[in-house]
C-alpha cells in the first residue's frame, strides 16, 4: 500500500511538465500558424488505418454490472476527430448512441469548476490519483484514515457523486438542468438520458448509494445524498455518439469552446484543470500506462467511449463497447493511441534546440 502512495507521489511533477506542454502547443497553435500543422488528408488517412486495423480485434467484453449495457453491440466501432477548424473526421458508427457513462464526470467536474473556482475540487475531493478501481471504497477510507483528508478526484465514484453533489440548484431539477446543459454545450447538441440505461443502473447501483452514503458520513458531501446518487446515475446514462464525444474533447483541445458551434462551453483559464484531472486518473488505475503510450489527457466510460485530447491540435472519441480488465475499451485505447502517435498529438513531444 505504501509503495502505490509514493507511486503516486511522483504525479505532481508529471502534471506540471503536462500543464506546461499543453501550454505550449495551444500557444504556438493560436499564435504563430492558426493552424494545427495537421492536414485533414493525414487526419482522414490516420483514422481511416485505425479503423481498418482494430476492426476485427476480438478481445475485452462489454460490461454487465448494469444489465443494459451487456445487450449493446460489441461489433459498435467508430471514430471521429476534430481539428481547428471543427472539421469532424470520421470513420465506422460515429451515429450509434451508447451511454455517456463515467465520461460525464469530466463535464460535471468542469461545471463545478467553472462555478466555484478550481480550488473548490481540490479542497472538497482532491486530484490525486487513487491507483484503486473506480469505484472502490478501501480508497475512500485510506483518504480519510491513512491520508487524512481529501486524497481522491472527481474521476472516480466517490469523487464523482460528491462532484455532482455540488452543482447548485434548489431542486433535483434545477440541478440537472445546469449539468445537462453543460453536457449540450460541450456536445453541441441537445443529449438527452438513455432511459433502459438509466432503470437499469437505478436498479442496480447500491454500491453507488452505499459509496454516496459514505461520502456524506465523512462530510464530503454536504446534504442529500440520494440525490446526489440519483443525479449521478442520471448523467452516466446520457447518449452519445462518436462525433458527440469527439466534440467535447475538442472543445477542451481548443480552450473551452466548442470549434464546431463556436459556443464557449467553459472559461480557458479553467481547462487546464480539467485536463490536468484527466491525465492523472482519466483512465483509472491504468492512467499511468496510457499517459506513458500517448501523453494524452482522456477519459474512459463503461458504455465504450474514450475521449482524448491533444491541446491546440485535436479531440479525438472511439466507441466500442467491449472493455479490458480496467473498464477500458480495447479499441478504443489502441485506436487511439495508433492515430494520436502517427499525427505527433503527444504534447511531451519536443525537439532538441539548435544552440550548439
Ligand atoms: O458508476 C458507475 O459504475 C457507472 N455509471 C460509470 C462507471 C464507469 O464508466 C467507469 N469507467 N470506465
Known sequence: MHLRLLRWAVAPAGLALFLLAGQTSFTRAQTTTGTTGMSATSMDAAINAAYEKYRGLQEGKNADYIPALAKVNP?????????????????????????????????????????????????RIGVDATGMRF???????????????????????????????????????????????????????????????????SD??????????????????????????????????????????????ATLAFGGRNPVTGKQAIDVKNVPYVLAVMATAGLYDDSGKWLYYTGLPAKSGVGGGIIAVSPGKFGIAVVSPP???????????????????????NPYVSRPTMAH
Not at 483518504?143 to 487524512?148: E, I, P
Not at 449540450?184 to 438513455?194: E, H, K, M, Q, T
Not at 472493455?323 to 498529438?345: F, M, P, Y
Open 75 to 123: 461489433n459498435l466501432y467508430g471514430i471521429a476527430m476534430i481539428g481547428a477548424d471543427g472539421k469532424v473526421h470520421t470513420a465506422g458508427d460515429v451515429t450509434s448512441q451508447v451511454s455517456i457513462q463515467s465520461i460525464s464526470k469530466v463535464f460535471t467536474m468542469a461545471r463545478v469548476i467553472q462555478d466555484q473556482g478550481a480550488d473548490a475540487i481540490a479542497k
Open 135 to 201: 469505484n472502490s471504497i478501501v480508497a475512500v477510507e485510506m483518504a480519510n484514515k491513512l491520508l487524512g483528508g481529501p486524497e481522491m478526484n472527481p474521476l472516480v465514484n466517490p469523487g464523482a457523486i460528491t462532484a455532482t453533489s455540488m452543482v447548485q440548484g434548489n431542486t433535483a431539477d434545477e440541478i440537472w438542468a445546469k449539468i445537462l446543459s453543460t453536457h449540450n454545450d460541450f456536445a453541441g447538441r441537445d443529449l438527452s438520458v438513455i432511459q433502459d440505461v438509466y432503470k437499469s443502473e
Open 204 to 249: 442496480t447501483n447500491q454500491r453507488n448509494q452505499a459509496i454516496g452514503m459514505l461520502m456524506f458520513a465523512y462530510g464530503y458531501i454536504k446534504d442529500n445524498p440520494q440525490r446526489a446518487t440519483d443525479l449521478y446515475t442520471r448523467q452516466c446514462s446520457i447518449g452519445v455518439n462518436a462525433k458527440d464525444l469527439a466534440a467535447m474533447a
Open 323 to 345: 472493455l479490458d480488465e480496467a473498464g477500458n475499451s480495447v479499441r478504443a485505447q489502441k485506436a487511439i493511441t495508433d492515430v494520436s502517435n502517427t499525427l505527433g498529438g
